[in-house]
Structures are given as C-alpha cells and as structure tokens.
C-alpha cells in the first residue's frame, strides 16, 4: 500500500507540473492573440485599396526616394546580401505605419557559420509576420509585394493560438480533477502504520524480558577444586648460625596469601616479623673450613696434566 501511495503522489506531482504548464502557455497565447488582434485591426484601419479591390502598397525603404519597384528591390537585394543584425531585428521601412525589419540568422554547418537574412513586418505588439518564410523573390514586383502580402498571415496566427487555447481547456479539467484527488486508502494505511508500531512495540517488550530473564539465570559458575591428599611439608634446609626448628606435628597446608585472597581489597603481604638476614662475613667466621662463595674448582697438586707445547715444523 505504501507503493501504491508513492505512486499515487508521483502521478498527482506530474499532474500539477503539466497543469501549471498548460495553465502558462494558455496565458501566453491569449496574450498573442490580444497583440495579434490589435495589429490586425490597426492595418485595417489603415490599408488602402485601388480600383479593382487590390491592396495599394505604399513601401517605403530607407534610402530610397523612387517608387519604381526595380530600385526598391535592388535596394532589398543588397540589404539581403549585407546586412548583419546579430538575430536582432532591424528597422529599415516603413509600410501603412508598421515597421519593415530585416533580422540575420546565423546557423552553423560543418563548422562553419552561415547568415541568412529575412524580412518581417513589426505592429505595435512588436509580433513579426512575414511571407514566404521571409525570403524575397528574385522578382521585383514579387520581392515588393512580399510585405503586402505578410499581413495575410495575422488572421492564421491568431486562429492557430485560438485552436491551441482550444485543446488546453479540454485538457485542464482533467488535470485539476488529478490534482485536486485525495488517496482514498489514507486512513487504511495509517490505521495499518499504527497496527504495525502497536506490534513492534510488544516484539520489543518480549525481547526485554527474556534478556532479564536470562540476565537473572546467568552468574557466577562455581568451581569447586578437586580433593587431594594432605601433602607432607619438607624441611626447609637451614642456614648456619639459624636457630633449631622443631619439626611440625600437623602436615603443611598450603594457604593463599593474605593480598591474593582479598584481591578486591589490594592488601600487601602481611608479615608476623622481618625476615632474618645473614651477611656473608658472619657466614665466614662461623665456618672451619674454607667456604667458596663461586669460582672455577684448580685441580689438586700431582694431578696437573702437561699441556702440549706445539710442534714447529718447516713446510717446504
């Protein structure tokens, strides 16, 4: 259920990124169509027509004076071939009060960079419209009446944004239909979360009592040690000058010293007296004979042994 959820939310996210979208464009276009209205209706305003219900096109083109449609097109022309305006569109005319602009493209091909200029004609929405992609004829009389001829393109601009708009508000609806949706398994997934913490909780309580149960069984083992026989004390060898030691009437039992057996209280050896010390001078004079301390024994007299002298002998 919890992937269900997520996928639920991520859907509903989705949704409102598009609905936001939609929304966004929806404004953009109804903007467009305002601009482009407005220009259509300042050109209507402002055209003129001649005898037979042709459009007149008064153009004008900066720096030309004749309104002989051979030099306003060599005019063009040139323009076409010169002009660099950086993707900016240019002013260079003028036509029923709307600007005539030249705007250079720069695309690049295998490396290199190729400029193309294009023509449009500029309202007061600062929209561009244009004829034939904006390329001039290589015809005079074509190539003049390629302005003319771009504000037949307004009424087709502003139907293809209305028919965009169109299609957005049938699909808005259904997006805030989306959005606006609640899980309907929230409260089962949370009573279920709630079920799951309730468990985990008595899991954990059991685990508890068991380690203190088997804390409390757990302890010290004793070790009890083996029974052995009374083992007999040997006499430990007298020094001279020692007082005599009557021999013990019950048999030596070893005990553990007094800071082994209270470890816990880090008590030192305690002794009943000082241990008796000899020095070796004392250990001398009470002795007849002759006492060695360390050394290496000499052999007695008539028992030395020769030593071999070497032999000298002559190598030849």
Known sequence: MEGERKAFQRSKGDSRIRLETLLANQASNSDIIARARQDMADFESRVQYDKEGKKLNPLKIDGVTSGDPKV????????????????????????????????????????????????????????????????????????????????????????????????????????????????????????????????????????????????????????????????????????PGDPAVPAASEPYVHRMPDYMAHAAERKPPVLPAMPKTISIKELISAGKDKVVIGGIPQPEAGTEKPQDKPKWRMKL
């Open 72 to 239: 306003i097109a060599a005019k063009l022309h040139e323009i076409e071939d010169k002009e660099r305006t950086h993707d900016q569109p240019k002013p260079i005319g003028s036509l029923y009060g709307f600007e005539i602009v030249v705007k250079t493209d720069t695309t690049v091909k295998e490396g290199l960079d190729f400029c193309e200029n294009r023509f449009f004609v500029r309202g007061a929405g600062k929209l561009l419209y244009n004829y034939n992609n904006g390329r001039l004829a290589a015809d005079p009389q074509t190539a003049c009446r390629n302005f003319i001829n771009a504000f037949d393109s307004i009424p087709r601009l502003i139907e293809k944004y209305t028919r965009d708009n169109a299609d957005i508000e049938k699909e808005i609806p259904v997006l805030k239909q989306v959005v606006d949706e609640t899980w309907k398994k929230e409260d089962e997934l949370k009573q279920l979360k709630a079920e799951l913490a309730a468990l985990d909780r008595r899991i954990l309580l059991s685990l508890k009592s068991v380690d203190a149960q088997e804390a409390n069984t757990e302890g010290i083992t004793e070790i009890r040690p083996e029974p052995q026989a009374p083992s007999v004390a040997q006499p430990a060898p007298s020094m």
